[in-house]
């Protein structure tokens, strides 16, 4: 009896949906018209930055753990020699990280001084680029004026 209740239901259509089938119908599947103004193709530049919207930190919610109780837990099931390799290896870590550090350092100053000496560089080229277009007219008329002369010499001779 429920079933043939839940078949009386299903078996007629909804307003809604006959003029949804009619309005598919009604036009190509292939085409889609939207009611929407369209959207000019142009380069879309909205000024934000790379750093506008900052990821979260993969390891920001968990709390590092005090390296004292580490080690406390280490020294409990390990053997004395782990715990030599294991002090050998954060001595060379902390070595490895001071050289970095000393590195980056001498990284920034070494690129400081690059950019000092192309600024340095920069304002010489621009200030002989003036001066070598001076020397370049005055040269011209200097040849010129011994053009001149020659061609009178050579004139008077003749």
């Known amino acids: 009896m429920a079933s043939s ?8 259509r909804p307003a809604l949906f006959s003029s949804l089938d009619a309005f598919m119908a009604s036009g190509p599947s292939n085409t889609f018209s939207s009611r929407l103004p369209p959207i000019p193709e142009q380069e879309w530049d909205l000024q934000w930055e790379e750093n506008m919207f900052p990821l979260p930190e993969p390891y920001e919610g968990f709390e590092k753990a005090p390296t004292a109780a580490v080690e406390s837990a280490a020294h409990e099931s390990a053997p004395p020699q782990t715990h030599e390799e294991l002090a050998k290896l954060q001595d060379e870590v902390r070595q490895l990280r001071q050289d970095i550090s000393e590195l980056h350092d001498m990284f920034c100053k070494r690129l ?5 000496s192309i600024g340095v560089a920069q304002r ?5 680029v ?6 370049h007219k005055k040269y011209s008329k ?3 004026v011994a053009m001149k002369q020659e061609k ?4 008077g001779a003749v």
Do not use: K
Request: glycine share 0%; no cysteine.
């Open 112 to 116: 400081d001084s690059m950019e000092t």
């Open 5 to 12: 209740d839940q078949n009386a239901w299903f078996s007629e």
């Open 152 to 155: 009178r010499a050579t004139d």
């Open 130 to 135: 003036p001066w070598s277009m001076e020397v």
């Open 142 to 144: 200097l040849l010129a």
């Open 124 to 128: 010489y080229v621009n200030n002989l």
